[in-house]
């Protein structure tokens, strides 16, 4: 008989119930919710559904989402960036730990059936209870993410995770805001049972009854005992995290020691100080400026995923074509493979095809939560020839990634239109060459777009849609969201030299040549930009694209803006030499046994006879963001960009955060120099 806790019809935004043989599944919303985020509202609906659970002494408890790809993305964002009050913050962070206490509470076994995200309050809810389950359902992950939103887990994550898997394991998920999927969490012992989703509710209940074996309960080393249990073991992993974050943030970013301690405090003095400390540093943290910076970032990634949103029917059957398969052509081809898309990849050299496969072959070895079946099923989904091979009439996405000559891209371009399907979309992996131009003289050019890559491949998260003269508005956004697909962030940029991003750079890395043949060390360029918070310094940045290639951008930059973008033909000059940086093992830097040292000739071949001592380090630091910044506007002013207004800034700030490396705790460029102010960026021109 079922319960007067039973809700006949699912309500949104709250928890719904359903009973059975004294069994209690608490569905963390309705079907029709597209996220469930742990809102005030459904926190409330869940706290009076436990206190009215506890006095009903259920058989056991399940909780569920509405549905097996969503259990819950975690705390209401948009709650979360109104939060002015540092205090309004913290009484956040008790509410939620004194709910999923009620659940650690009850006296019958609980059981999470996680099944789709379950990430930051999510995994904290799921952490109350007694058992894990976790489906096979490709989105289904778990995780903390929340450092990467400036903040700390505030529900209890930071007390409980240790407790479960040891203090190791658990820093490495809770300090850089990882998540894991399905057989990563088993391998942690973060979850207990990996299941098909279709299996994952009666497997629950069976757990909920005690029917049949229990899972086995994950049982941490006894190094992880003593590391995580033990002042002496807690004093060497404090000391070693405390190393790698300030070698990882620089000092920029306080989430990650904030988190640090609120895991040692509850481990050597008990779970209650560490509740107590977690609220109060999530309060504080919430209303910092780094954690409203990265907030918005959120907020542009997800508006950079519905870009393409309208192309959803047209993303349901793709095969793919991939024209090159030199690093980018591979490295695309990839990525094409690890999500489900068949794809052809050729070249007209047989040799390249093996280096290619032999490339996504290493690349899916590194990626330790895949198993080999996995490896094996996404090679299989690549397809390779050299001439026309079979298929390719049946393609509706290509995109070609060879060499950067216009003549030879345009050629190849030109023979593709007439291979495929005249509705087939057709895509150029340029970082510099002319959409407009390349689509000339080809059967509807309405469908040539330019889908700039960034190298590597696999790491790189942003993609350029290039948006040619007559690229059609249709084929912008299916390459759009065919780049959400792979997992990327595309923003839409317009066919200008250099897109956005590589014509935003240009000045920075020129100004870092101009300083260097002032005097200026190599060291102290790089030190200045990297304590601004870039990930490196620009002279590093330029060894790491290769001196070949940046002179080749360098090029195409002054015949399109003129003497403006000119260097000082440093970088020229050492390609002369056959100095092309990391790849040549020497460049600005010289490379050796995994690490590098300023290039001691560097001086003598550039003929820089001077060495100017560095006085105020601000003064470098001004003149390489400043550079930055004068470009982006220009850019801004132009167009470039999205559409004039605020989501031109916006793709601004997120293409220079995914794309240049430009310090995420800063907001992006845009902002950065909206919090800085006319007045002040005039100012600092006006003085360089």
């Not at 778990?142 to 190791?168: A, C, F, N, S, V």
């Not at 301690?261 to 509740?275: C, D, E, M, N, P």
């Not at 047989?350 to 496969?357: D, H, P, Y």
Request: charged share 25%; hydrophobic share 40%; glycine share 10%.
């Amino acid at each position: 008989m079922e319960s007067t806790l039973s809700h006949s019809t699912p309500v949104a935004g709250k928890v719904n119930v359903v009973e059975h043989d004294g069994v209690y599944t608490i569905f963390l919303g309705s079907e029709e919710e597209r996220v469930i985020t742990i809102t005030s509202e459904r926190m409330a609906s869940l706290k009076e559904t436990i206190a009215q659970l506890k006095s009903l002494k259920p058989k056991g408890v399940i909780i569920s989402g509405p549905r097996e790809n969503m259990f819950a993305a975690g705390a209401d964002i948009n709650a979360i960036q109104s939060i002015q009050d540092p205090l309004v913050g913290e009484e956040l962070g008790k509410e939620g730990q004194a709910v999923f206490q009620m659940i650690e509470d009850l006296s019958c076994p609980t059981v999470a059936a996680v099944s789709g995200p379950c990430v930051g309050g999510g995994c904290e809810l799921a952490l109350s209870c007694d058992f894990r389950l976790i489906s096979t359902h490709p989105s289904s992950q778990i995780g903390l993410p929340e450092t990467k939103l400036g903040i700390l887990p505030g529900w209890g994550g930071t007390q409980r995770l240790p407790r479960l898997i040891g203090i190791q394991k658990a820093l490495s998920i809770i300090l850089p805001g990882k998540t894991l999927k399905a057989s990563q969490a088993k391998k942690y012992g973060l979850v207990d049972e990996v299941l098909a989703p279709a299996n994952i509710l009666a497997r629950a209940d069976a757990i909920a009854r005690r029917k049949g074996a229990l899972p086995f309960k994950n049982q941490i080393s006894l190094v992880d005992k003593f590391l995580t249990y033990t002042w002496l073991g807690r004093h060497l992993v404090e000391r070693k995290s405390q190393a790698a974050i300030m070698k990882e943030t620089r000092g920029n970013y306080p989430a990650q020691p904030a988190a640090l301690q609120a895991v040692l405090l509850g481990l050597s003095a008990g779970t209650k100080k560490g509740y107590a400390h977690e609220a109060a540093e999530l309060g504080r943290l919430l209303v910092t400026q780094e954690s409203r910076s990265l907030v918005n970032l959120f907020f542009l990634t997800e508006g950079s995923k519905r870009i393409g949103k309208a192309a959803k029917d047209d993303l349901r059957a793709l095969n793919s074509l991939v024209v090159g398969a030199g690093v980018m052509g591979a490295g695309i081809a990839g990525a094409f493979a690890q999500k489900n898309i068949p794809v052809i990849l050729k070249d007209t050299e047989l040799e390249a095809l093996e280096r290619g496969k032999a490339q996504i072959a290493r690349s899916l070895e590194k990626k330790r939560y895949l198993s080999g079946e996995d490896r094996t099923a996404i090679l299989e989904r690549i397809r390779t020839g050299t001439e026309n091979p079979s298929g390719t009439d049946q393609v509706n996405i290509v995109v070609e990634a060879i060499v950067e000559k216009m003549d030879v891209k345009k050629a190849v371009l030109g023979k593709l239109a007439a291979e495929v399907a005249p509705q087939a979309i057709l895509c150029t992996n340029t970082s510099s060459l002319s959409v407009s131009e390349l689509s000339e003289g080809i059967a509807h050019p309405e469908r040539v777009v330019g889908m700039h890559f960034f190298n590597p491949v696999e790491k790189m998260p942003l993609v350029e849609i290039v948006r040619g003269k007559q690229t059609d508005d249709r084929s912008v956004v299916i390459v759009a969201g065919l780049t959400t697909k792979l997992g990327k962030f595309p923003i839409i940029v317009e066919d200008v030299p250099g897109f956005l991003v590589n014509r935003i750079l240009s000045p920075y890395l020129n100004e870092a040549g101009a300083l260097l043949e002032e005097g200026y060390r190599i060291q102290d360029i790089d030190r200045a930009a990297q304590k601004f918070g870039m990930p490196m310094g620009p002279i590093r940045l330029l060894d790491e694209v290769g001196l070949d290639v940046a002179e080749h951008v360098a090029k195409i930059m002054v015949d399109g803006y003129g003497e403006r973008m000119k260097s000082r033909g440093s970088v020229g000059k050492l390609v002369e030499k056959g100095l092309l940086g990391k790849k040549s093992r020497k460049g600005f830097y010289e490379y050796s046994d995994g690490h590098e040292v300023p290039n001691s000739e560097i001086r003598s071949l550039l003929g820089i006879t001077n060495e100017r001592e560095v006085g105020d380090p601000r003064v470098i630091e001004d003149r390489l963001i400043m550079s930055l910044i004068n470009e982006g506007i220009r850019c801004l002013d132009e167009g470039v960009a999205g559409i004039p207004g605020k989501e031109a800034a916006n793709q601004i700030d997120l293409g220079t955060v995914m794309g240049i490396g430009f310090p995420p705790f800063r907001g992006g460029l845009i902002s950065y120099a909206n919090s800085l102010g006319a007045k002040a960026i005039l100012e600092k021109l006006r003085h360089l």
